[in-house]
């Protein structure tokens, strides 16, 4: 696919941040390290992706957000997006027309009001094809 995913954490409308191991886990042992800044995901030669990370100033520990360059269509890479939607206030969007995705409705109250204004009410999503379903669909 060519586009990008974005994906952030919010409390109370400012960033804030997870676990960068848990979102490393989600992603399990399709994941290589690139740099400091950056992941590679390959699951096949038609299937991999690059992640940049967006990591906590004051500790590197934490991960604010993330960009995926390209995300693979792969259904192990979505559902690793719908479980990293699930560590906590963690919205998925995309430079298109489908709405802001979570994993739970208790996010929309921490996302930033411009974000609902711009993108629509968010969505909530809990597995992979869900995330895609709603990608088709915009």
Known sequence: MS???FVQCFKEGEFTAVPCQQVRDAFGSFLTEGGAFDWQLYYDEQNNCDVMLKLHDADKSLLQGFTVLRPCGDERFWDALAAILQLGNLVLYFPSDCPPLMGDVSVAQHL????IEAMGQPR????GR???QQLRAA
Do not use: N, R
């Open 3 to 5: 586009f990008e995913a």
């Open 112 to 115: 930033p009001s411009g974000m």
């Open 124 to 127: 909530c999503v809990t597995k």
């Open 130 to 132: 869900e995330i895609l």
